[in-house]
Protein backbone atom coordinates (compact mmCIF):
# COMPACT_ATOMS: atom_id res chain seq x y z
CA UNK A 1 0.00 0.00 0.00
CA UNK A 2 1.47 3.44 -1.01
CA UNK A 3 2.08 5.90 1.83
CA UNK A 4 -0.68 9.04 0.96
CA UNK A 5 0.90 11.90 -0.01
CA UNK A 6 0.81 15.18 2.19
CA UNK A 7 -1.02 17.95 1.51
CA UNK A 8 1.66 20.28 2.49
CA UNK A 9 4.46 20.39 -0.76
CA UNK A 10 8.04 19.17 0.59
CA UNK A 11 9.94 22.16 0.05
CA UNK A 12 7.15 23.98 2.49
CA UNK A 13 7.48 21.50 5.07
CA UNK A 14 10.56 21.04 8.29
CA UNK A 15 13.59 19.27 6.34
CA UNK A 16 13.15 21.22 3.63
CA UNK A 17 12.84 24.49 5.49
CA UNK A 18 15.57 23.60 7.52
CA UNK A 19 18.13 22.68 4.85
CA UNK A 20 17.97 26.47 3.23
CA UNK A 21 18.30 27.88 6.23
CA UNK A 22 21.45 29.30 6.77
CA UNK A 23 23.92 28.20 9.90
CA UNK A 24 25.73 29.59 11.84
CA UNK A 25 29.49 28.98 12.34
CA UNK A 26 29.78 26.83 15.58
CA UNK A 27 32.96 27.98 17.80
CA UNK A 28 34.23 26.16 20.66
CA UNK A 29 34.74 27.68 23.79
CA UNK A 30 37.82 29.59 24.72
CA UNK A 31 39.68 27.51 27.40
CA UNK A 32 41.17 29.90 29.87
CA UNK A 33 45.11 28.85 29.56
CA UNK A 34 47.89 30.09 31.42
CA UNK A 35 49.50 33.16 29.56
CA UNK A 36 53.13 32.55 28.43
CA UNK A 37 54.31 35.88 29.17
CA UNK A 38 52.89 38.33 31.68
CA UNK A 39 51.92 42.04 30.53
CA UNK A 40 55.11 43.43 32.99
CA UNK A 41 57.01 41.61 30.79
CA UNK A 42 57.76 38.91 32.90
CA UNK A 43 57.67 34.60 31.85
CA UNK A 44 55.24 32.67 33.40
CA UNK A 45 57.31 29.40 33.83
CA UNK A 46 58.54 27.34 36.69
CA UNK A 47 61.46 25.18 36.73
CA UNK A 48 61.01 21.54 38.03
CA UNK A 49 63.01 18.16 38.55
CA UNK A 50 66.42 19.96 37.97
CA UNK A 51 68.49 16.77 38.40
CA UNK A 52 71.95 18.64 37.69
CA UNK A 53 71.95 21.12 40.43
CA UNK A 54 76.02 21.57 40.39
CA UNK A 55 75.68 23.35 37.05
CA UNK A 56 74.63 26.52 38.71
CA UNK A 57 78.05 26.32 41.23
CA UNK A 58 80.17 26.29 37.86
CA UNK A 59 78.93 29.85 37.04
CA UNK A 60 78.61 31.85 40.67
CA UNK A 61 78.87 35.18 39.49
CA UNK A 62 76.00 34.75 37.19
CA UNK A 63 74.10 32.71 40.27
CA UNK A 64 75.06 35.39 42.53
CA UNK A 65 73.68 38.00 40.36
CA UNK A 66 70.34 36.54 39.63
CA UNK A 67 69.38 35.95 43.10
CA UNK A 68 67.34 38.65 45.31
CA UNK A 69 68.62 41.36 46.79
CA UNK A 70 68.24 39.71 50.56
CA UNK A 71 70.09 36.41 49.80
CA UNK A 72 72.85 38.04 48.09
CA UNK A 73 73.46 40.29 51.43
CA UNK A 74 73.22 37.48 53.74
CA UNK A 75 75.29 35.41 51.54
CA UNK A 76 78.20 38.22 51.33
CA UNK A 77 77.98 38.93 55.41
CA UNK A 78 78.32 35.26 55.90
CA UNK A 79 81.19 34.95 53.51
CA UNK A 80 83.12 38.52 55.49
CA UNK A 81 82.47 36.97 59.10
CA UNK A 82 83.52 33.73 57.76
CA UNK A 83 87.02 34.83 56.46
CA UNK A 84 87.73 37.35 59.25
CA UNK A 85 86.64 34.10 62.18
CA UNK A 86 89.31 31.78 59.69
CA UNK A 87 92.15 34.34 59.60
CA UNK A 88 91.58 34.99 63.45
CA UNK A 89 91.76 31.29 64.16
CA UNK A 90 95.00 31.55 61.70
CA UNK A 91 96.69 34.46 63.87
CA UNK A 92 95.79 32.63 67.22
CA UNK A 93 97.34 29.52 66.08
CA UNK A 94 100.55 31.91 65.08
CA UNK A 95 100.49 33.36 68.14
CA UNK A 96 100.20 30.39 70.10
CA UNK A 97 103.12 28.35 68.00
CA UNK A 98 105.21 31.43 69.05
CA UNK A 99 104.24 31.55 72.80
CA UNK A 100 103.04 34.87 72.20
CA UNK A 101 100.23 33.58 74.23
CA UNK A 102 102.38 32.39 77.39
CA UNK A 103 102.36 35.95 79.77
CA UNK A 104 105.47 34.70 81.87
CA UNK A 105 107.67 34.97 78.85
CA UNK A 106 109.15 38.28 78.72
CA UNK A 107 111.63 40.72 76.67
CA UNK A 108 110.55 38.72 73.49
CA UNK A 109 109.62 39.93 70.39
CA UNK A 110 105.78 38.89 69.96
CA UNK A 111 104.79 37.79 65.81
CA UNK A 112 101.74 40.20 66.74
CA UNK A 113 101.89 42.88 69.34
CA UNK A 114 99.20 42.77 71.84
CA UNK A 115 97.64 39.55 70.53
CA UNK A 116 96.94 38.14 73.72
CA UNK A 117 93.35 35.90 73.12
CA UNK A 118 91.11 34.65 70.45
CA UNK A 119 88.74 38.16 70.94
CA UNK A 120 92.36 40.22 70.22
CA UNK A 121 93.32 37.92 66.98
CA UNK A 122 89.72 38.59 65.87
CA UNK A 123 89.92 41.87 66.20
CA UNK A 124 93.25 41.88 64.66
CA UNK A 125 91.70 39.95 61.26
CA UNK A 126 89.17 42.55 60.77
CA UNK A 127 91.88 45.56 60.89
CA UNK A 128 94.13 43.34 58.43
CA UNK A 129 91.32 43.01 55.89
CA UNK A 130 89.84 45.98 55.88
CA UNK A 131 93.11 47.80 55.99
CA UNK A 132 91.76 49.91 58.98
CA UNK A 133 94.63 49.75 60.84
CA UNK A 134 94.30 51.35 64.41
CA UNK A 135 97.68 51.07 65.62
CA UNK A 136 97.52 49.15 69.04
CA UNK A 137 98.21 45.56 67.15
CA UNK A 138 100.59 45.22 64.42
CA UNK A 139 103.16 42.29 62.88
CA UNK A 140 106.73 42.11 63.22
CA UNK A 141 109.49 40.70 61.35
CA UNK A 142 110.22 38.16 64.22
CA UNK A 143 108.24 35.56 62.33
CA UNK A 144 108.16 34.63 58.22
CA UNK A 145 104.58 32.88 59.11
CA UNK A 146 102.58 35.78 60.31
CA UNK A 147 104.12 37.53 57.02
CA UNK A 148 102.63 34.42 54.84
CA UNK A 149 99.11 34.82 56.42
CA UNK A 150 99.29 38.58 56.04
CA UNK A 151 99.83 38.30 52.14
CA UNK A 152 97.23 35.19 51.72
CA UNK A 153 94.38 37.48 53.74
CA UNK A 154 94.83 40.70 51.72
CA UNK A 155 94.68 38.61 48.22
CA UNK A 156 91.25 36.99 50.09
CA UNK A 157 89.72 39.97 51.19
CA UNK A 158 90.44 41.97 47.52
CA UNK A 159 88.70 38.88 46.35
CA UNK A 160 86.22 39.04 47.79
CA UNK A 161 85.51 42.80 47.56
CA UNK A 162 85.91 42.80 43.89
CA UNK A 163 83.26 39.78 43.38
CA UNK A 164 81.01 41.94 46.10
CA UNK A 165 81.55 45.56 44.07
CA UNK A 166 80.93 43.89 41.13
CA UNK A 167 77.93 41.64 41.57
CA UNK A 168 76.03 45.02 43.29
CA UNK A 169 77.29 47.37 39.91
CA UNK A 170 75.72 44.31 37.77
CA UNK A 171 72.22 44.00 40.23
CA UNK A 172 71.63 47.73 39.88
CA UNK A 173 72.70 48.22 36.44
CA UNK A 174 70.60 45.08 35.01
CA UNK A 175 68.86 45.53 31.58
CA UNK A 176 65.32 45.16 32.89
CA UNK A 177 65.81 48.36 35.01
CA UNK A 178 66.23 50.30 31.80
CA UNK A 179 63.04 48.34 30.14
CA UNK A 180 60.47 49.68 33.09
CA UNK A 181 60.13 52.92 30.90
CA UNK A 182 59.60 51.14 27.66
CA UNK A 183 55.75 50.59 27.79
CA UNK A 184 53.62 49.31 25.39
CA UNK A 185 49.87 49.95 24.48
CA UNK A 186 46.95 47.65 26.89
CA UNK A 187 45.50 46.57 24.16
CA UNK A 188 46.14 45.41 20.24
CA UNK A 189 44.22 46.79 17.69
CA UNK A 190 42.98 44.75 14.09
CA UNK A 191 42.62 47.43 11.57
CA UNK A 192 42.20 47.86 7.56
CA UNK A 193 45.60 49.88 6.37
CA UNK A 194 46.51 50.33 3.11
CA UNK A 195 43.76 47.63 1.67
CA UNK A 196 44.97 44.80 3.72
CA UNK A 197 43.77 43.82 7.68
CA UNK A 198 46.68 44.79 9.88
CA UNK A 199 47.68 44.12 13.41
CA UNK A 200 48.93 46.88 15.10
CA UNK A 201 50.05 47.67 18.95
CA UNK A 202 52.01 50.88 19.76
CA UNK A 203 55.42 51.07 21.25
CA UNK A 204 56.85 54.10 23.59
CA UNK A 205 60.05 55.59 25.51
CA UNK A 206 59.59 57.67 28.49
CA UNK A 207 63.35 58.53 28.75
CA UNK A 208 65.21 61.74 26.73
CA UNK A 209 68.16 59.12 25.98
CA UNK A 210 67.33 56.92 23.09
CA UNK A 211 67.49 53.02 22.48
CA UNK A 212 70.60 52.22 20.01
CA UNK A 213 69.28 49.99 17.55
CA UNK A 214 66.08 49.02 18.45
CA UNK A 215 64.60 46.20 17.38
CA UNK A 216 60.93 44.48 17.64
CA UNK A 217 60.03 41.33 16.79
CA UNK A 218 56.61 39.58 17.23
CA UNK A 219 55.70 36.07 18.10
CA UNK A 220 52.38 33.75 17.96
CA UNK A 221 52.70 31.43 20.69
CA UNK A 222 50.05 28.96 20.77
CA UNK A 223 49.18 25.18 21.27
CA UNK A 224 49.61 22.97 18.22
CA UNK A 225 48.81 19.38 16.86
CA UNK A 226 50.80 17.59 14.13
CA UNK A 227 49.76 15.18 11.59
CA UNK A 228 51.71 12.70 13.10
CA UNK A 229 49.80 13.54 16.41
CA UNK A 230 52.91 15.11 17.99
CA UNK A 231 51.64 17.78 20.47
CA UNK A 232 53.44 21.41 20.90
CA UNK A 233 52.23 23.03 24.06
CA UNK A 234 54.21 26.27 23.09
CA UNK A 235 54.57 26.67 19.22
CA UNK A 236 55.84 30.11 18.55
CA UNK A 237 55.50 31.68 15.19
CA UNK A 238 56.77 34.68 13.99
CA UNK A 239 55.06 37.61 12.41
CA UNK A 240 56.84 39.83 9.87
CA UNK A 241 56.70 43.34 10.29
CA UNK A 242 56.96 46.43 8.45
CA UNK A 243 59.73 47.71 10.14
CA UNK A 244 61.89 44.99 9.56
CA UNK A 245 60.87 44.73 6.05
CA UNK A 246 62.10 48.38 5.84
CA UNK A 247 65.19 48.38 7.45
CA UNK A 248 67.44 46.99 10.23
CA UNK A 249 66.31 48.77 13.29
CA UNK A 250 63.67 51.47 14.53
CA UNK A 251 64.56 55.06 15.16
CA UNK A 252 62.33 55.04 18.37
CA UNK A 253 62.58 58.78 19.16
CA UNK A 254 58.61 59.22 19.41
CA UNK A 255 55.85 56.50 20.04
CA UNK A 256 55.71 54.19 17.17
CA UNK A 257 52.64 51.86 15.76
CA UNK A 258 54.03 48.29 15.08
CA UNK A 259 51.99 46.95 12.28
CA UNK A 260 52.16 43.47 10.89
CA UNK A 261 49.91 42.84 7.83
CA UNK A 262 47.89 40.08 7.83
CA UNK A 263 48.52 38.00 4.62
CA UNK A 264 48.65 34.36 3.40
CA UNK A 265 51.73 33.62 5.14
CA UNK A 266 50.67 34.79 9.14
CA UNK A 267 49.08 32.29 11.84
CA UNK A 268 46.34 35.20 11.44
CA UNK A 269 45.21 34.70 8.33
CA UNK A 270 42.16 32.39 8.64
CA UNK A 271 40.99 33.91 11.83
CA UNK A 272 37.84 36.56 11.82
CA UNK A 273 36.38 38.20 14.32
CA UNK A 274 34.44 35.70 16.03
CA UNK A 275 36.41 32.82 15.57
CA UNK A 276 39.66 35.10 17.16
CA UNK A 277 37.66 35.60 20.35
CA UNK A 278 37.45 32.41 20.61
CA UNK A 279 40.96 30.88 20.36
CA UNK A 280 43.53 30.24 22.88
CA UNK A 281 46.39 32.49 21.06
CA UNK A 282 48.79 34.30 22.45
CA UNK A 283 50.90 37.54 20.30
CA UNK A 284 54.58 38.26 21.93
CA UNK A 285 55.87 41.79 21.39
CA UNK A 286 60.01 41.76 22.13
CA UNK A 287 61.04 45.05 21.93
CA UNK A 288 65.37 44.91 22.16
CA UNK A 289 68.27 47.53 21.99
CA UNK A 290 70.94 49.00 23.76
CA UNK A 291 71.02 51.72 26.12
CA UNK A 292 72.73 54.76 25.35
CA UNK A 293 73.90 56.34 28.71
CA UNK A 294 75.58 52.61 29.79
CA UNK A 295 75.69 50.43 26.98
CA UNK A 296 74.43 47.31 28.10
CA UNK A 297 71.79 45.72 25.76
CA UNK A 298 68.06 45.49 27.11
CA UNK A 299 64.77 43.92 26.65
CA UNK A 300 61.22 44.67 26.88
CA UNK A 301 58.44 41.96 26.71
CA UNK A 302 54.90 42.34 26.83
CA UNK A 303 51.86 39.59 25.04
CA UNK A 304 48.37 40.21 24.05
CA UNK A 305 45.93 37.47 24.38
CA UNK A 306 42.51 37.14 22.37
CA UNK A 307 40.48 39.11 24.74
CA UNK A 308 43.22 42.25 24.58
CA UNK A 309 43.27 42.21 20.86
CA UNK A 310 40.41 44.60 19.81
CA UNK A 311 38.76 43.76 16.45
CA UNK A 312 37.88 46.97 14.53
CA UNK A 313 39.80 50.09 16.81
CA UNK A 314 42.54 52.44 15.62
CA UNK A 315 45.21 53.78 18.03
CA UNK A 316 44.49 57.96 18.08
CA UNK A 317 47.37 60.44 16.90
CA UNK A 318 49.62 61.00 20.24
CA UNK A 319 52.35 63.20 18.36
CA UNK A 320 51.17 66.76 17.91
CA UNK A 321 53.47 70.23 16.59
CA UNK A 322 53.02 73.00 19.15
CA UNK A 323 55.06 76.10 18.90
CA UNK A 324 57.92 74.73 16.42
CA UNK A 325 58.23 71.86 18.87
CA UNK A 326 56.73 68.22 18.78
CA UNK A 327 55.12 67.19 21.64
CA UNK A 328 53.80 63.71 22.82
CA UNK A 329 50.58 63.22 25.36
CA UNK A 330 50.87 59.83 26.83
CA UNK A 331 47.40 60.47 28.66
CA UNK A 332 45.93 59.28 24.97
CA UNK A 333 48.91 56.21 24.47
CA UNK A 334 46.54 53.83 24.22
CA UNK A 335 43.28 55.20 23.67
CA UNK A 336 41.72 53.59 19.98
CA UNK A 337 38.61 54.54 17.99
CA UNK A 338 36.29 52.58 16.28
CA UNK A 339 36.86 52.18 11.93
CA UNK A 340 34.99 50.43 9.60
CA UNK A 341 36.52 46.97 9.72
CA UNK A 342 34.97 43.74 8.17
CA UNK A 343 34.38 41.24 10.43
CA UNK A 344 35.56 38.17 8.15
CA UNK A 345 38.90 36.80 7.98
CA UNK A 346 42.24 37.88 5.92
CA UNK A 347 41.57 34.79 3.74
CA UNK A 348 37.73 35.35 2.67
CA UNK A 349 38.59 39.57 2.15
CA UNK A 350 41.20 38.17 -0.38
CA UNK A 351 38.82 36.09 -2.15
CA UNK A 352 36.05 38.86 -2.22
CA UNK A 353 37.42 42.19 -2.02
CA UNK A 354 33.98 43.38 -2.55
CA UNK A 355 33.24 43.09 1.38
CA UNK A 356 35.80 45.66 2.09
CA UNK A 357 33.85 48.02 -0.56
CA UNK A 358 30.70 47.20 0.75
CA UNK A 359 32.20 48.02 4.55
CA UNK A 360 33.16 51.36 3.61
CA UNK A 361 30.51 51.96 2.03
CA UNK A 362 28.15 51.13 4.68
CA UNK A 363 30.47 52.98 7.12
CA UNK A 364 30.54 55.96 4.70
CA UNK A 365 26.63 55.65 4.68
CA UNK A 366 26.16 56.13 8.50
CA UNK A 367 28.81 58.90 8.84
CA UNK A 368 26.66 61.16 6.62
CA UNK A 369 23.50 59.88 8.61
CA UNK A 370 25.05 60.90 11.81
CA UNK A 371 26.01 64.40 10.18
CA UNK A 372 22.53 64.51 8.69
CA UNK A 373 21.11 64.23 12.35
CA UNK A 374 23.29 66.34 13.79
CA UNK A 375 22.79 68.90 11.26
CA UNK A 376 18.73 68.68 11.54
CA UNK A 377 19.21 68.54 15.36
CA UNK A 378 21.19 71.57 15.68
CA UNK A 379 18.42 73.38 12.90
CA UNK A 380 15.63 72.58 15.22
CA UNK A 381 17.15 73.89 18.50
CA UNK A 382 18.32 77.20 16.52
CA UNK A 383 14.28 77.41 14.87
CA UNK A 384 13.34 76.53 18.86
CA UNK A 385 15.45 79.25 20.37
CA UNK A 386 14.42 81.63 17.46
CA UNK A 387 10.23 80.82 18.09
CA UNK A 388 11.00 81.55 21.78
CA UNK A 389 13.08 84.67 21.35
CA UNK A 390 10.38 86.17 18.87
CA UNK A 391 7.71 84.85 21.57
CA UNK A 392 9.44 87.01 24.28
CA UNK A 393 9.35 90.22 21.92
CA UNK A 394 5.70 89.58 21.17
CA UNK A 395 4.75 89.77 24.49
CA UNK A 396 7.11 92.95 25.15
CA UNK A 397 5.39 95.08 22.70
CA UNK A 398 1.73 93.94 23.18
CA UNK A 399 2.90 94.96 26.49
CA UNK A 400 4.08 98.37 25.74
CA UNK A 401 0.88 98.58 23.19
CA UNK A 402 -1.77 98.33 25.87
CA UNK A 403 -4.68 100.97 26.23
CA UNK A 404 -4.41 102.40 29.93
CA UNK A 405 -7.26 103.26 31.38
CA UNK A 406 -8.57 107.01 31.95
CA UNK A 407 -9.80 108.13 34.84
CA UNK A 408 -12.55 111.19 34.82
CA UNK A 409 -13.33 113.43 37.70
CA UNK A 410 -17.93 113.84 38.05
CA UNK A 411 -19.49 116.16 40.35
CA UNK A 412 -21.86 114.63 42.50
CA UNK A 413 -24.27 116.07 45.75
CA UNK A 414 -21.59 114.51 48.22
CA UNK A 415 -18.61 115.75 46.45
CA UNK A 416 -16.16 114.23 43.20
CA UNK A 417 -16.37 110.63 42.18
CA UNK A 418 -14.32 108.85 39.82
CA UNK A 419 -15.32 107.57 36.50
CA UNK A 420 -13.68 105.25 34.08
Given amino acids: MLARKSIIPEEFGLPGLASRMPRKPVFRDRVNKARFIAKNGSCNLAHKNIREQGRFLQD ?25 LLFAMTWWLVAFGHGDLNQDRENRTECVTNVKSFSSAFLFSIEVQVTIGFGGR ?46 FSRHAVIAVRNNRLCFMTRIGDLRKSMI ?32 ALASNSLFLLAPLIICHTIDKNSPLYDLSA ?43 PIVNEEEGVYSVDYSKFG ?11 ARELDEKPSILIQTLQKSELSHQNSLRKRNSMRRNNSMRQGAAGSGNVRRNNTASLAIPKVQFLTPTDGGASLVT
Wanted: aromatic content about 6%; charged content about 15%; glycine content about 6%.
Fill in 60 to 84: VFTTLVDLKWRFTLVIFTTTFVSSW
Fill in 274 to 316: MELQCSDLEVIVILEGVVETTGITTQARTSYISDEIQWGHRFV
Fill in 335 to 345: NTVKVATPRCS
Fill in 138 to 183: MITEECGTAIAVLIVQNIVGLIINAIMLGCIFMKTAQSNRRAETLI
Fill in 212 to 243: IGAAVRLQVVKKTTTPEGEVIPIHQIDLQTES
